[in-house]
Every structure is written in C-alpha cells, then in structure tokens.
C-alpha cells in the first residue's frame, strides 16, 4: 500500500512539474523558453525510465496536460484582473 501512495506522489510530482515548464516555456521570450522545454522533456524522460507501465505514462501525460492547462488559467485570471480597469 505504501508503495502505490508513494507512486501516486511521484506521478502528481512530476506532472507538475513538467506542466509548469511547458507553462513557462509558452509565456517566457528569449533564451529561457529554451531552458524550460528541455527542462520538461528531461522530466518526461527521466518519469518514463522510472516508470514502465503504459497507464502510468498516459496517467503521466493527461496529467501534466491538466496541470498545464490550470497555469494557463491562472495566469489569464491574474492578466485580467491587473489589466481590468
């Protein structure tokens, strides 16, 4: 039991965090958008190497979707609310 909690902690963990760096890579100009592309791509590499089940890559790649999708809205509510005169 300890063991799939713990693989379900991994699972939110990363996804996070690769669908914060495709968030920053959407929003960020320059070089740095480079910096976090390679970044989520090392993540999903690194997740993929570790985990070899195909629901825990597809469970890996709806959710940092998810995640990805939820800072973008975030954002956008932020945007409009600094910009709302």
Known sequence: MFERLKNTFL?????????VALFLFTII???????FSL???LIAIYYFRRVT???????????ALLFFFI???IYAAITAVN???
């Open 11 to 19: 699972l939110l963990l990363y996804s996070a965090g690769c669908g």
């Open 29 to 35: 100009k320059g070089m740095a958008n480079l910096a």
């Open 39 to 41: 970044l989520a791509v």
């Open 53 to 63: 089940s195909i629901g825990g890559r597809i469970g890996f790649a709806a959710l």
């Open 71 to 73: 800072s973008v809205f």
């Open 83 to 85: 910009t709302a005169p």
